[in-house]
């Protein structure tokens, strides 16, 4: 009646033993360290960088608990934060002599010590939000206004072109503001030329009015279109952002939407705040020029001569020069997207782009007049510009064409993503910065461990006393329900803050319900006359239909506040909503697990520690079992 198949035994053995893997890491506390990720998207991480930072260590007499290089940026681990101080300071002379161009991103950063046996388990600690770990808050505001004026723009140069493909005249285009108004100097003509962009271009709404002896047609985005323009804005910046921000290599970055205009930006663990405002506020500019080719311009290139007048010298990647026209042919704004991809012909890596109407009859107009030329395109970070590629033309390009050249398959989508984010779509002002720092980071986490330690013991306490032997398994399986929930966060690398703590408290509470109405069931059917074991299994058979009933009620709430809430409620929520599946399981499955095996080898079993039973008789005597 009260045992357990050794399948089952089995299966509670091997969750807490996972459990008890994936919870470790969460001991080992964090190591100062100093993190270098590259600066520009052209400027990469590898073993060349690494043995720099070895030898600016090395000349420095600092010792690094260990160096390695992943993901693209290097880390090294010290023992304490002056040593970390001293590391960065020597890493970036050595790595950016120049502090006006600066390469390379060297931050400080905080990593954990757990040893490398865990970390090839793929245990990691939780990550711990900005209310544990410290860091910067920002609030950004983002200025929709530009995002339509821009849109305006280029909506204006698709006017011209169709206008001018369709030989329609008109007496000029001209944009004031976000309004687009042409002129025109018949009504006929005018006529036309609306019916072509209501045609052409749906998201633009038009009015004609007469001015002089013209008419005037004014063209303005749809408010449906204007909405979706900001939104689009908006998740384009919050991309750039991410792009950004994984350069400062912040574990767990919250980068959340507020509003129809804001932007939160978290960086948990980061303490330099000027190197995060200036990550963020990076711009990335694109733009297209022909190479020149002229005799001077070769010789230039080569032995770093003059350059000729109208052109100016730029580098590859390589460190070779180029010289390029002055000449913008088309910048980052026209381009409408870009994707990775292979060539049909040789299968090397390629980038292919998509421009708009205006881009479009540049290119054609200016590939048809410059074949078997090279055009370079450059990106421009903080003033400075680079080479990204100068392929050859092969033939007429139009709206769209590709990049191809010496790139490998991370390359070619790297500069793809580039150029699809690599600028913000709007610009962006700070209007709310907030610094915490470690130290009040480290109170919360010691304030928030005392709660929760403390409200396990007095509850375990409690249940001890007053259910005596039951009340220990209680509190052997609320145990396991912490560590299982600290597993699980660890394992979905979600992300802790003090919300989350609370939560953590009150899953113990809402747990350890469950065995209360478990316990108090067996009482009921001992006072009823039955007997230890048949009390036992019906005390968990019927508890188990109101357990589960309070719980998903429960749950539905928590859903609700993980659905519908965002940022603390959010962490909250999800704490919540894992503290009561996990409880679930220990104070039903785990806890009967542990009462058999004490109680269901017992064949004549008569009596239970579980307390004192008030039990009716004659006499109002008491009855213990």
Wanted: some cysteine; overall charge neutral.
């Amino acid at each position: 009646m009260n045992r357990y198949p050794a399948w089952k035994y089995a299966i509670m053995a091997v969750v807490v033993l996972i459990a008890a893997l994936y919870t470790l890491p969460n001991f080992f506390g964090e190591a100062p360290a100093v993190q270098v990720s590259s600066s520009k998207s052209t400027v990469k991480v590898d073993t060349t960088t690494l043995a720099k930072v070895e030898q600016a260590l090395k000349q420095a007499s600092i010792t690094a608990d260990g160096i390695t290089l992943e993901a693209g940026s290097i880390k090294a681990r010290f023992g304490d934060t002056d040593t970390q101080g001293k590391a960065k300071d020597a890493i970036q002379a050595a790595l950016s002599p120049d502090p006006a161009d600066p390469a390379y991103v060297v931050a400080l950063n905080l990593l954990s010590r757990s040893p490398a046996w865990l970390t090839a388990l793929n245990a990691n600690p939780m990550y711990l939000g900005l209310d544990l770990r410290g860091g910067v808050h920002f609030m950004l505001q983002v200025d929709m206004q530009a995002a339509l004026t821009k849109r305006a723009e280029s909506l204006a140069g698709d006017i011209r072109l169709s206008l001018r493909e369709k030989n329609i005249r008109h007496g000029g285009i001209a944009r004031n503001a976000q309004a687009i108004e042409i002129r025109f100097r018949d009504s006929a003509t005018l006529e036309l030329a609306k019916n072509l962009i209501q045609d052409q271009i749906p998201d633009l709404q038009m009015a004609e009015t007469p001015d002089g002896t013209e008419y005037k047609l004014t063209a303005t985005i749809k408010p449906e279109a204007a909405r979706r323009i900001q939104d689009q804005a908006l998740k384009q910046n919050m991309v750039t952002l991410h792009n950004r921000i994984n350069e400062l290599g912040v574990a767990e970055p919250v980068i959340q939407q507020q509003g129809i205009d804001r932007i939160v930006v978290q960086l948990p663990g980061v303490q330099d705040t000027a190197k995060a405002k200036d990550i963020l506020g990076r711009t990335a500019t694109l733009e297209m020029r022909l190479v020149e080719d002229s005799a001077e311009a070769r010789a230039a290139e080569n032995n770093n001569g003059p350059v000729p007048f109208g052109a100016e010298r730029f580098f590859e990647r390589n460190g070779q020069a180029v010289i390029v026209k002055k000449q913008v042919i088309l910048t980052g704004e026209n381009l409408t997207d870009a994707q990775p991809g292979f060539d049909s012909q040789n299968q090397q890596p390629k980038v292919d782009l998509t421009v708009d109407a205006k881009g479009g009859r540049i290119m054609r107009d200016t590939s048809r007049e410059n074949l078997k030329k090279r055009m370079a395109i450059l990106l421009f970070e903080k003033g400075k510009g680079e080479v990204l590629t100068a392929p050859v033309i092969q033939g007429e390009l139009g709206n769209r064409f590709q990049i191809s050249g010496s790139m490998s398959v991370a390359e070619a989508s790297d500069l793809a993503l580039l150029l699809r984010a690599g600028s913000l779509a709007a610009p962006m002002d700070i209007i709310e910065e907030r610094t915490i720092g470690p130290t009040l980071g480290a109170e919360n986490i010691t304030k928030g461990f005392h709660s929760v330690s403390w409200g396990f013991a007095v509850i375990v306490a409690f249940m001890a006393a007053y259910y005596m032997l039951f009340g220990l398994f209680s509190g052997i399986a609320l145990a396991v329900n912490l560590l299982l929930l600290v597993a699980v966060l660890s394992m979905l690398q979600a992300t802790l803050t003090l919300p989350g703590m609370a939560a953590m408290a009150l899953a113990l509470g809402m747990a350890i319900d469950s065995n209360v109405l478990i316990n108090e069931r067996i009482r009921e059917e001992l006072r009823g006359g039955a007997s230890p074991q048949a009390a036992i299994h019906s005390g968990y058979e019927r508890a188990w239909a109101t357990i589960l009933d309070s719980n998903i009620s429960t749950l539905i709430a928590g859903v609700a506040l993980l659905a519908f809430g965002s940022g603390p409620v959010r962490g909250f929520a999800v704490v919540h909503c894992i503290g009561i599946l996990t409880s679930m399981f220990s104070a039903v499955f785990f806890s009967r697990g542990l009462v058999n095996l004490w109680y269901g080898r017992q064949k004549k079993l008569k009596t239970v520690s579980i307390g004192t039973i008030w039990r009716p008789a004659a006499d109002g005597a008491l009855a213990k079992s």
